[in-house]
């Protein structure tokens, strides 16, 4: 008997995911970046055998007026959102990146006098405005990856009878996710056992809004 060849049929889950199991199976899931973060929260793929297919698909709740998450962009993975049912708010706030042209000669030391300071930039972050968009049942948010992401940081922020949605996106081995208000990042892997290990970059000059 050939050592290269399986005996057995692969097997999965069941392709079949009711909502009582899937109501039973979500949990509380804070964010260490926002105080006011809580949702509740399931991963529906994985639990019907798709954790490996780059594919994730997730139902959260969130309980009235609190937020999912800390306002963020991602740069190698895309996110979309579907409102099941009540409303919500999506802040975004326009992060966009400074475009360089790595080709032009190294900037003169004239040139490097005029940077901004910390204080000057930390008043940009302070300066920062969020654009609050009212989302309903039915409405669609996505949200493509890479550096134009950046126009359009994002959370979402529940209504006064709450939210509940799908969310999800392209799933990859690694990620980056930055935050603006808290000029951080985050740098994720998940792992064969679909465990998460994060990195974070130092955080200067956050502001709270």
Not at 109 to 128: G, I, V, Y
Request: net charge negative.
């Amino acid at each position: 008997m050939s050592n290269f060849l399986n005996t057995e049929f692969p097997s999965h889950p069941h392709p079949v995911l009711k909502a009582r199991d899937i109501d039973a199976s979500m949990f509380a899931m804070p964010h260490y970046r926002n105080p006011k973060a809580m949702r509740k929260t399931t991963c529906l793929s994985d639990k019907v055998g798709m954790a490996n297919t780059g594919v994730a698909v997730h139902k959260s709740k969130l309980e009235p007026g609190a937020e999912s998450t800390a306002i963020h962009y991602h740069l190698s993975n895309t996110e979309w959102i579907y409102i099941l049912s009540g409303s919500a708010v999506v802040q975004l706030v326009n992060a966009s990146l400074p475009i360089i042209n790595p080709f032009n000669k190294p900037s003169s030391s004239a040139d490097s006098d005029s940077k901004p300071s910390e204080k000057e930039k930390k008043r940009k972050l302070d300066d920062t405005s969020i654009e609050e968009v009212n989302v309903d049942q039915g409405d669609f948010i996505g949200f493509p990856g890479g550096v134009g992401a950046s126009r359009y940081a994002h959370g979402l922020k529940a209504g006064p009878d709450g939210c509940e949605y799908l969310v999800g996106g392209d799933r990859g081995g690694s990620g980056v996710v930055h935050y603006p208000l808290a000029n951080a990042a985050d740098i994720w892997e998940r792992g064969a056992d679909g465990k998460f290990t994060v990195a974070s970059a130092p955080e200067h000059g956050s502001c709270s809004h």
